[in-house]
């Protein structure tokens, strides 16, 4: 099909009174007006109330399309008009697809806007009646909807956590999970890992909100605030236990990678808490890093010049070149967990794990097997070269006063 002829099949004239659809027939299309002037006018027992005169420029005939109900008024050219005919399917895939929230709050405005013009419709009815009437929930099938019912749910989820992380972020905790030297079981450093005590559901782990807290531009505000909260429980190990050197290890997600306030946030916390910025480690992952790489880099070479150390996360899972990969200023490697799980059974994963191990090696940076949970994946990272694990085999992931615990027991 030509450009022409698609323009053409698009685009429909009407002269002067000519009616473009009636109150109560169904919608097939929406309109855009390309010239003219279209008269929107209601029907009611008692004659047609003019509601708007639409021009150039403006969409008329969508909500029928939106809720699949009737025309809620009449449309009438009232010049000679051209309008451009919009697809109901195309349309319909825009709503269908829209943001949960967005899309319940349009569907909300239109069941109103809807009760009204039928309240308007009847002002010939006595009071009682109209009482009734504004009484009634319109469409209840629609709220009761558990896509409406589950954006606005994640509606009040997301604005607890923002609350949460405004009150002090005293329900925002971290615990903290260590990670040990292979040959010596000795304790290396701790990677605090977020928590949300909530008030009614109890404790979440992030699984449960971070997809949340992304959505809602939450991540930076919940990182920075498991930044401090690290930095301050290194400063107490340091201060309260024969631990002084231990590092500690924050994720950064993706959203510090394009905006660099996170370099004065990590200043300010080591300069806070006392810290040698070395025993800092930063977390990202892979596929955050090129996402928008030339940023990442800068913001990363921020970071490395205040002497912080930077670990590359779930390492392996991510699809970029390894060659590309070294022009990130990366000192550590975390070997991601589904390598460590299969590693005694498959030959894939010792591959895998070897050529990572080689590559680190010749990148001159470190490593850290993720997720360990038996002695013979400690024995055979060994074998390979494996500096650091970290694991359930070492310990969980532990609040502040337990892990305080399980460091006393390693003087
Ligand atoms: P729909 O209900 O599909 O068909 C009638 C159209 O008229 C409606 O979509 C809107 O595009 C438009 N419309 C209805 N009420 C008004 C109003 N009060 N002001 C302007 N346009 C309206
Ligand atoms: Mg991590």
Redesign the pocket.
Known sequence: MTERQFGQQQRRRFETGETI?R?GES?ER?YIIERGEVE?S?SRSDGDVL??N?GEGE???????IDN?A???T?KAAVPTEVFEVDLELFQRHVQTAEPILSCVIQALLDRFRAF?QRVSSADLDADALARLSSERLSDARHQSPVHQQALTELKFEHELKRALSTDGREVQCVYQPMVSLKEGRPMGLEALVRWYHPELGTLAPDSFLPLAARSGLMRELDINSLQKACEFLHKIDTETSWKSLFMAVNLSGDHLSDDRIVTAVQQALETYQLEPHRLKLEVTESELVREPERAREILLELKALGVSLALDDFGTGYSSLSYLNSFPIDQLKIDRTFIKTLTTSEQSQDIVRAILSLASAFGQSTVAEGIEHPDQVARLLEMGCDVGQGYWFSRPLPPAALMRWLEDRT
Do not use: T
Not at 59 to 65: K, P
């Open positions: 659809f109150q919608g929406a929107i209601y509601l708007a639409l969409i008329f005939g969508e909500m029928a399309l109900e025309r809620s008024a449309a013009q």
